[in-house]
């Protein structure tokens, strides 16, 4: 009776342990979208934004819509989070959300690309 339930035992193992880590798995590599207001005002700063966020560790998808200012990032959260986007952003010259841009960042864009410009045409 002893090895019958060790028979039941390690045959449960086997079946639930390999269950249970897949759906482990699954939602370790699932993603999540998050949305910031940047201060982006052309095509030359979705283009700078989406490029910087490619490099970003854990983004899969990042894409500016230009007239709302709303970047919206594919990510993985096992790899970064909201706070490292938003620096990221940042990094590349642009506010996200409430948060400044670099100074340093933000003075190296095109004059087209700063949000002090109030005159603004699209051909770059």
């Given at each position: 009776m002893k090895t019958f339930k060790s028979f039941i035992v390690a045959f449960l193992m086997l079946v639930v342990a390999?269950?249970?880590?897949?759906?482990?798995?699954?939602?370790?590599?699932?993603?999540?979208?998050?949305?910031?207001?940047?201060?982006a005002v052309c095509d030359m700063c979705k283009a700078r934004?989406?490029?910087?966020?490619?490099?970003?560790?854990g983004v899969q998808e990042a894409n500016?819509?230009?007239?709302?200012?709303?970047?919206?990032?594919?990510?993985?959260?096992?790899k970064t989070n909201s706070d490292a986007l938003r620096a990221?952003?940042?990094?590349?010259?642009y506010d996200a959300d409430?948060?400044?841009?670099?100074?340093?960042?933000?003075?190296?864009l095109p004059d087209c690309c700063k949000k002090t410009n109030n005159v603004h045409t699209d051909a770059h």
């Open positions: 390999p269950a249970s880590f897949a759906q482990t798995a699954k939602a370790k590599g699932a993603s999540e979208q998050f949305q910031m207001k940047t201060s934004l989406e490029k910087a966020m490619a490099y970003e560790k500016l819509d230009v007239p709302s200012k709303v970047l919206t990032v594919t990510y993985r959260p096992d990221a952003v940042q990094r590349t010259g409430d948060k400044p841009a670099d100074a340093r960042a933000y003075n190296r």
